[in-house]
């Protein structure tokens, strides 16, 4: 089953409350709480304060980045999401596309070292889909799944992606959480309503909804940070989650 939810981050803007109550409002019911605002590392806190909104935790949205981060800074984000009971912790693989990496074997030996911590939390660690990064194409991606046990990937698309490579993506990576947006070819700064990608997020999600098995899809990336952009793309998703 798909679990329709959002990624905190998509408002900064907004406090911990304030997005609970716009998320329920809007029919969802999981969240990745993010860690540079909302849920900051070590703050217990304001991880028991997203509790009390009564989402679903789909995972703790850290900036934690393999190989460049101080290995000191992995504890705190692990205790947190200890605390938000969150069975997936996003971490970034390093700061350098798959091309550029001039060291990709510390990015590796960071994340194995993030993985063997996390599961002796009772969490697990989770990739970010994202250039710049070791998970930067489909293939440096499903090499690093490989060496590194237990971690698994999440998806994006990227700006006017064609469908046919997004599936295939999805499949190969799957289990997958997906951060669920629109973007043009402009990318980042050319963000379009939800249904405006009707094409390419119906067969997506059809693809995570094969096995059954539960998946979160996560609303990000609003066009202008607009709560009502929001309100009409949480719409959209539900549509698209009906049978």
């Known amino acids: 089953m798909l679990i329709p939810g ?32 909302h849920v900051p590392p070590g703050d ?6 997203a509790l009390d909104t009564g989402l679903k935790v789909a995972a703790y949205g850290s900036y ?6 101080d290995r000191a800074e992995l ?35 960071a994340l194995r070292h993030a993985a063997e911590h996390a599961e002796a939390m009772g969490t697990k660690i989770a990739l970010e889909y994202h250039p710049d990064t070791l998970t ?3 293939e ?17 698309p990227l700006g006017g992606q064609d469908v046919f490579s997004a599936v295939h993506q999805v499949r190969t990576l799957e289990p997958v959480t997906a951060h669920v ?12 309503p939800l249904s405006e990608r009707r094409d390419l997020w119906r067969p997506v999600l059809g693809e995570l909804a094969k096995d059954g098995v539960d998946r979160n899809v996560l ?3 609003v066009r202008d940070d607009s709560p009502e952009q929001f309100r009409e793309d949480a719409r959209t998703l539900l549509s698209y989650l009906k049978p």
Do not use: M, N
């Not at 934690?64 to 981060?69: I, Q």
């Not at 550029?100 to 510390?106: H, I, L, P, S, V």
């Open 136 to 138: 930067d194409t489909l």
């Open 140 to 156: 440096s991606t499903v090499r690093l799944l490989e060496e590194v046990d237990g971690v698994v990937s999440y998806w994006q």
């Open 219 to 221: 609303l990000e990336f």
């Open 181 to 192: 947006f629109s973007w043009g070819p402009g990318g980042f700064h050319d963000r379009l």
């Open 64 to 69: 934690y980045r393999a190989g460049t981060s």
């Open 6 to 37: 959002l990624v905190s981050v998509t408002f900064r803007q907004l406090t911990v409350s304030e997005i609970g109550e716009l998320a329920l409002d809007c029919g969802l019911q999981a969240v990745e709480w993010g860690a540079d605002v």
């Open 44 to 49: 217990f806190t304001a991880a028991r304060k």
């Open 75 to 109: 504890a705190p984000v692990l205790e947190t999401a200890a605390e938000l009971d969150a069975p997936l912790v996003r971490v970034w693989a390093g700061t350098s596309g798959s091309a550029e990496c001039a060291d990709r074997e510390a990015v590796v030996d």
